[in-house]
């Protein structure tokens, strides 16, 4: 790889850690990982949200900030 396609592939790196490790903290919420066998319209999105919210909750209230 030219050191150019080397730069990028880092900086796609780098996003895509970011993204794998929020997407994790999101499925903390057992509900998300685990089969839904509620067949109500629309119940998945709301769980997910739910999930969502209370991982950006726990991220905000951290005790020790995050490195950038």
């Given at each position: 790889?030219t ?28 509900i ?37």
């Amino acid at each position: 790889m030219t050191r150019a396609e080397k730069r990028r592939n880092r900086k796609i790196a780098r996003v895509r850690v970011r993204v794998e490790h929020a997407l994790s903290g999101v499925k903390r919420a057992r509900i998300v990982k685990d089969v839904l066998r509620n067949t109500k319209l629309g119940f998945s999105e709301i769980i997910i949200v739910i999930a969502c919210g209370l991982h950006n909750l726990r991220v905000q209230f951290r005790k020790r900030a995050l490195r950038r």
